[in-house]
């Protein structure tokens, strides 16, 4: 997936040659945790979280440390979809909701609460602010609908103006 982000970073130019800056990225670190209702099994199922990584200007991830929202083990980020467990990081520093509060406008701070989101997604809204990315779309919940999924949607065209959306999108195939 990364060389495939890498040629399509470089492939799309911008105005004055410039290379295509990536945007952040929602994705998923597996830990080495069960939940308990996985501990039975025969093959358990571990545990999986999802992260919000950065790109730098060479359009590698930003590595970064991140704690498993259920164990507390800390991972450190190296790659999209890679971690790798720090044995001594019980008290390593990792960035916090409050951290991110202090950063962005009050009443966005409020829509990502009122939503329960996690701490990706406050990252990626962060990101948005920091970058002055507008226009960009922060996905605060998705339900899955028999065969659709339920999107709720923060739309954030610049730092004051923002609308939420919520879409339904058909994910079964549907012969006709």
Not at 26 to 37: A, G, N
Not at 54 to 59: A, H, I, L, R
Not at 94 to 113: G, H, Q, R
Request: one cysteine or more.
């Amino acid at each position: 997936m990364k060389n495939l982000l890498q040629k399509l970073a470089k492939e799309l130019v911008l105005g004055k040659s410039e290379l295509y800056k990536l945007a952040g990225f929602k994705h998923l670190i597996q830990c080495h945790c069960i939940l308990p209702q996985y501990r039975k099994l025969d093959n358990p199922i571990f545990h999986k979280f999802v992260v919000f990584s950065s790109f730098d200007e060479d359009q590698e991830v930003i590595p970064k440390i991140v704690k498993c929202n259920n164990c507390d083990v800390a991972h450190k980020v190296f790659d999209l979809c890679k971690s790798e467990l720090l044995i001594d990081g019980e008290d390593v520093n990792v960035i916090s909701i409050a951290d991110i509060k202090k950063t962005i406008p009050e009443n966005i701070c409020n829509i990502l609460e009122e939503n329960n989101c996690d701490i990706a997604t406050w990252e990626q809204t962060k990101d948005v602010f920091d970058n002055k990315d507008w226009g960009s779309n922060v996905v605060l919940s998705s339900k899955k609908l028999s065969g659709s999924t339920n999107i709720k949607i923060l739309k954030l065209e610049n730092k004051e103006d923002f609308k939420i959306e919520v879409n339904l999108r058909q994910d079964d195939l549907i012969r006709r």
